[in-house]
């Protein structure tokens, strides 16, 4: 019997379902996805914590996804629900994740930045595989920027030999921007100053130039 699955992911900006099935030939085939923007990185970003205008729509948005998922016959055990950077950096974290399993039954697993470089390097590996022989063969840099995070995966000959995470993302600069800004030139100014200091972190582990 093939196996549907469901997972959802709240990021910072958004919240996205994916419905897929493990087909015979042993491959994902994406049968429904959906996507909504949220403004849970704004929140948290902002004033530590995730609004209650907020949480209310992301619970809306989940009930609907519920709706959705169960209109696939999808078993329990095969939905996952994960959250990123926002939940995870949000003072009132537990708060929201009581409410979210009261109001839909989903239980949310927060994962950290690492976890979320693993299943990056799952998602690239398996987009490519028996398809680009020069990533099992040459030296990559993966980045992923989100919302609140940086994820940066360097792979030798397609194996993992570096991985770091920063806290550096689109809705975190905007925030960080927009506090400090004076000026258009003093914006320009926080990001160099902002970037330069991530790449310093980096400089001594990551070796761009063999890439």
């Not at 493990?22 to 959906?34: G, R």
């Not at 979210?100 to 690239?124: A, Q």
């Not at 000959?157 to 921007?177: D, M």
Request: glycine share 6%.
């Amino acid at each position: 019997m093939l196996s549907i699955e469901a997972v959802i992911e709240i990021g910072a900006t958004g919240i996205r379902l994916l419905i897929a099935e493990y087909t015979k030939e042993k491959n994902w085939q994406i049968l429904d996805h959906s996507e909504l923007p949220i403004s849970l990185g704004y929140d948290v970003f902002s004033n530590g914590s995730v609004s209650r205008e907020s949480l209310l729509e992301c619970l809306t948005i989940l009930h609907n996804y519920k709706e959705q998922i169960k209109s696939w016959a999808i078993k329990e055990d095969a939905i996952s629900i994960i959250a990123t950077s926002a939940i995870r950096e949000a003072s009132n974290k537990e708060i929201i994740l009581d409410r979210i399993f009261v109001k839909t039954g989903f239980k949310v697993k927060v994962i950290d930045g690492i976890e979320e470089i693993r299943l990056m390097y799952l998602g690239v590996v398996h987009a490519i595989h028996n398809t680009d022989l020069a990533f099992q063969k040459n030296n990559s840099l993966i980045i992923e920027v989100g919302g609140g995070s940086t994820e940066i995966l360097f792979l030798q000959a397609g194996k993992i030999t570096e991985v770091h995470s920063l806290r550096l993302g689109t809705v975190l600069i905007e925030q960080h921007s927009k506090a400090s800004m004076g000026s258009q030139k003093e914006a320009k100014e926080f990001l160099r100053d902002y970037i330069a200091s991530a790449a310093d972190q980096l400089s001594g582990e990551l070796r761009p130039q063999s890439v």
